[in-house]
């Protein structure tokens, strides 16, 4: 089906209707900022999106339910479960929230080695179940791949995206403190969420007892105080439910849906299109540029091409490297811009398999406010200035505490009246901490196509063979001592150590296959995410990585993506598109 666009045969009046002036595949994080961008920049823009549509507010239909008016309380089936043993396992998947992700049977793929791919196909994409978190990426992930020889050099620093993050940080809504920690860069931030009394108790400890290790507020994209620019987008102040991945009607924290898609929408320029499925990007060899998508429409199956100067890949990550891999044409046979042989390759992801829980005695007498939607963040101290470990990289560390919803003490009954008193009055402070972990990018941890088999629009099955190395299990290993010390260390009794084995994937932060890179030799995208032999197809999701970092990532994509459109935007008008 691929082929050069020169031998399409369209006709003109067709063609015309087909064309805009920049084309974005996907609608999720990135994919809303690139309609934003482009539409705010004058073009006339057409997002592709192959899930259902979804509307701010009106496509919530759990967002004000009480648990009781879930058929089972919130749980989902044993039919179900056996039907979706891989979707279900998603972080926040619950009967409160399946319908925002995929069933297993409708989007096979083939897993080489044990891959959990969590996907929720809809305009907004995973943009209405992600986790908020949003640190910025300080100098030492930038440069840790090259200093330390486990990747190639970046083609950027931070101080080339530190404009960009201000960018979207004001337009998304991020709140948090400026606590100026080299390892965690301060941004623009709104009001953080308060620290309960145990993490503020935890927080002096870890202080009082290290010096380089820094426990502070949550950085997420909720809006504590929302500015004129968020009521300009029709969103309101966080209510503190804790039921963002139901879908929030008041806006309150940031997703495609409640924040970038309307705004594009309000310029005039933008056509969505949900229900089509992306099956490649159509190279034209005369003109050596990409010069439209082939579209598959998700339910009649019938295929359509529409044209544009500017194309966007955000898809995300896997599905990036799918369509790029099925662009094929004379002049790319291998995919497209894949001149060197590695799109697909040195896909890598977040390591968080390790945890640690414990129990925490005394602040009976202290509760706290509403349901804090987010959570206190240790600053990765590992590898910064030198490698101070047996392996490179380094990690995160997100943590909490809560009081248990029963106090176990009034009675050990879990019906009648004695258990009902005791629903009164809250049990004990309970404790954890969980890793975000860096890992390295290697060739061998590649997505391919497969030869043999296809899926209902006849696209090839992606093929996924990602895995762990020793490097991984060292990081695990020290995380796991060095939080029990810390929680010991604050007064936290029965600390459970926790490594869940859970297969790559499950973190829902895949990475790389098409990298970012200053040579086309060793990477696929230059310092501005175009592809180096493709330039007017810009790649600024998840696949664009050239390395994980510790920190949360969609941030960065949120702030690539700003840079790269307004980076396309002056060669189009210029000509050099």
């Not at 003490?409 to 008193?421: C, D, N, P, R, V």
């Not at 499950?506 to 990475?511: A, T, V």
């Amino acid at each position: 089906m691929p082929q050069d666009s020169s031998a399409i045969h369209i006709n003109a009046g067709g063609a015309k209707a087909h064309t805009y002036d920049a084309i974005v595949i996907g609608s999720g994080i990135s994919g809303g900022w690139a309609a934003k961008e482009l539409c705010e920049q004058g073009l006339r823009t057409l997002v592709v999106e192959r899930g259902r549509n979804i509307e701010h507010i009106k496509d919530y239909p759990t967002a004000f339910k009480d648990p009781w008016e879930f058929q089972h309380r919130g749980d989902m089936t044993k039919a179900y479960l056996k039907e979706n043993p891989l979707i279900s396992k998603a972080a926040g998947f619950s009967e409160e929230t399946a319908h925002f992700f995929i069933k297993d049977k409708d989007h096979p793929y083939v897993q080489e080695k044990p891959f959990d791919w969590i996907r929720g196909y809809q305009v907004g994409g995973k943009s209405l179940t992600w986790g908020r978190a949003c640190q910025r990426w300080s100098q030492f992930e930038f440069t840790a791949p090259e200093r330390y020889g486990y990747g190639i050099q970046w083609p950027i620093g931070y101080e080339d995206i530190a404009p960009w993050y201000t960018h979207v940080e004001k337009f998304a809504g991020v709140c948090g403190n400026k606590d100026g920690i080299e390892a965690m860069p301060d941004g623009e931030f709104l009001p953080p969420f308060d620290l309960n009394c145990v993490e503020r108790h935890i927080q002096q400890k870890i202080k009082g007892n290290y010096k380089d290790r820094f426990l502070v507020q949550a950085r997420w994209a909720q809006l504590t105080e929302p500015r004129e620019v968020h009521l300009q987008q029709g969103r309101g102040k966080c209510q503190a439910r804790n039921l963002c991945m139901r879908g929030c009607p008041f806006g309150g924290y940031f997703s495609s849906v409640s924040s970038t898609l309307p705004w594009a929408q309000k310029t005039g320029k933008l056509t969505i299109q949900p229900d089509s499925v992306v099956h490649s990007i159509i190279y034209d060899a005369q003109m050596q540029n990409a010069k439209g998508v082939r579209v598959i429409n998700a339910y009649t199956m019938q295929a359509t091409d529409y044209f544009a100067k500017i194309i966007f890949v955000n898809a995300s990550a896997l599905n990036s490297n799918l369509i790029l891999l099925n662009s094929t044409s004379t002049r790319f046979p291998n995919g497209l811009g894949n001149d060197n042989g590695l799109l697909g390759k040195y896909v890598c992801f977040h390591n968080y398999r390790a945890s640690v829980n414990g129990e925490m005695e005394g602040f009976e007498d202290q509760y706290y406010y509403g349901r804090n939607p987010t959570e206190p963040i240790l600053a990765n101290y590992r590898n910064l200035h030198k490698q101070d470990t047996d392996y490179v990289g380094g990690f995160t560390t997100f943590m909490g505490s809560y009081r248990i919803r029963v106090d176990e003490s009034l009675t050990k009954e879990t019906i009648g009246a004695a258990y009902k008193a005791a629903l009164t009055e809250p049990g004990g402070w309970k404790v954890y901490m969980y890793m975000q972990g860096e890992t390295i990018p290697k060739e061998k941890n590649h997505v391919r196509l497969s030869t043999e088999q296809k899926d209902q629009w006849g696209i090839p099955l992606l093929v996924t063979s990602v895995g762990y190395d020793n490097n991984d299990e060292n990081m695990i290993k020290d995380f796991l001592t060095e939080s029990t010390a810390m929680l010991e260390q604050a007064g936290v009794r029965n600390i459970r150590q926790n490594d869940t084995k859970q297969a790559p994937g499950l973190d829902i932060h895949e990475m790389g296959g098409c990298r970012m890179g200053n040579d086309p030799k060793t990477s696929l995208l230059n310092k501005w995410n175009q592809l180096h032999a493709c330039k007017n197809v810009f790649v600024t999701d998840g696949a664009c990585m050239t390395s994980t970092g510790n920190q949360s990532p969609s941030i960065l994509y949120m702030a690539l993506t700003a840079r790269a459109v307004h980076r396309a935007v002056s060669e189009l008008k210029k000509g050099n598109l």
